[in-house]
Nanobody, 126 residues
Framework: QVQLVESGGGLVRPGGSLRLSCAAS????????IGWFRQAPGKEREFVAS????????YYADSLKDRFTISRNNAKSTVFLQMNSLKPEDTAVYYC???????????????????WGQGTQVTVAS
């Protein structure tokens, strides 16, 4: 089992940047594929980005790949989501999730992931 804690959210102006962190504890972190999802009020949870256990494979929502970057530091059991050029429509609660085994073809599916964090709020507003 793994426990996930997100951090780094907050209020940012349009055009600004944030870096979210997902810190894990528990079993060997490099075994887990990690995904970031987000959920805005009144909307379904949507896929943002995902990374394989080794960090060798990354995947993004098409609409976000030019602004968001996912990375991981397995030595520190942490995954990062760098978000640039933020827009008001990026406002949401951002969740990280872990999968072992990690099914690459289904990286975008919430059902692929076995463990979830509690989320961190990101608000983009002037």
């Amino acid at each position: 089992q793994v426990q996930l804690v997100e951090s780094g959210g907050g209020l940012v102006r349009p055009g600004g940047s944030l870096r979210l962190s997902c810190a894990a504890s528990g079993r060997t972190f490099s075994h887990y594929g990690i995904g970031w999802f987000r959920q805005a009020p009144g909307k379904e949870r949507e896929f943002v980005a995902s990374i394989s256990g080794s960090g060798g494979r990354t995947y993004y929502a098409d609409s976000l790949k030019d602004r968001f970057t996912i990375s991981r530091n397995n030595a520190k059991s942490t995954v990062f989501l760098q978000m640039n050029s933020l827009k008001p429509e990026d406002t949401a609660v951002y969740y990280c999730a872990a999968a072992d085994p990690y099914s690459s073809p289904s990286y975008y599916d919430t059902g692929t992931y076995h463990y979830w964090g509690q989320g961190t709020q990101v608000t983009v507003a002037s």
